[in-house]
């Protein structure tokens, strides 16, 4: 069946450093693929998505290449802030006709002033 | 309403007892999904509404567990003889057209 891994958290970061989560996927045909990010408190929020290969999905600075060779679709930003403490999760469309979502674990990232 | 509302935000019941969590959706939207999120574990798929169209219930876990949704709009899930393994965030989101759901904040249930 479908399924997402990505890196495994906490990711500790100071402002300002770059960030790449990892995200590969296993799936049958072409699935979109998506970043979700839970902010503390909050509930989960889209942050991009891609729909086929080579799309580059991007918000908020954050950004990701959907990669068909690599079965990836990384995260990643340039200069990130406290603010962008979070869990982010990657997850992919399923092809069963429906539209639900399998997710990835999810990766913790506390940025640090 | 402007966004999926859930209801209680917060649950804790005693092992062995029924709950209800409720989702009310974005007004229009066409899908429903009920998802889990326990601690390490990602997000789980349980149940997905489309329309009039019959009920994915591929992810749900167990018969002690069943979801309703009336009228097209708000859902119900029902958990029987509830288990401590049961304790988790239960997550709703609702889309209109499959893509981009809007999630709600989630019912936390403790079981004890």
């Known amino acids: 069946g479908n399924s997402v891994t990505q890196m495994e958290g906490p990711v500790t970061l100071s402002e300002e450093a770059f960030l790449t989560i990892n995200c590969t996927y296993t799936?049958?045909?072409?699935?979109?693929l998506f970043w979700y990010v839970q902010y503390p408190g909050e509930g989960l929020q889209l942050l991009l998505k891609?729909?086929?290969?080579?799309d580059k999905g991007s918000n908020k600075g954050f950004e990701a290449t959907y990669r068909k060779e690599t079965t990836s679709f990384h995260l990643e930003k340039g200069s990130v802030q406290v603010s962008d403490s979070a869990v982010y999760f990657c997850?992919?469309?399923?092809?069963?006709?429906?539209?639900?979502?399998?997710f990835g674990k999810g990766t913790k990232l506390t940025v640090n002033p | 309403g402007a966004g999926v509302s859930q209801s209680p935000s917060n649950k804790v019941t005693e092992k062995g007892k029924d709950v209800e969590l409720r989702c009310d959706p974005i007004?229009?939207?066409?899908?429903l999904y009920w998802y889990r999120q326990s601690l390490g574990q990602g997000l789980e798929f349980l149940i997905y509404?489309?329309?009039?169209?019959?009920?994915?219930k591929s992810g749900l876990p167990s018969d002690r567990f069943s979801a309703e949704r009336t009228g097209g709009s708000v859902s119900t899930l029902t958990i029987q003889r509830t288990q401590q393994e049961d304790s988790a965030v239960y997550l709703c989101?609702?889309?209109?057209?499959?893509?981009?759901?809007?999630f709600g904040s989630g019912t936390r249930l403790t079981v004890v």
């Open positions: 989101a609702s889309s209109l057209e499959g893509f981009g759901y809007t």
């Open positions: 799936a049958t045909g072409y699935p979109s």
């Open positions: 891609a729909t086929k290969a080579d």
């Open positions: 997850a992919l469309s399923d092809q069963g006709g429906s539209e639900k979502l399998v």
């Open positions: 007004s229009g939207h066409t899908a």
């Open positions: 509404f489309q329309g009039n169209s019959a009920p994915d």
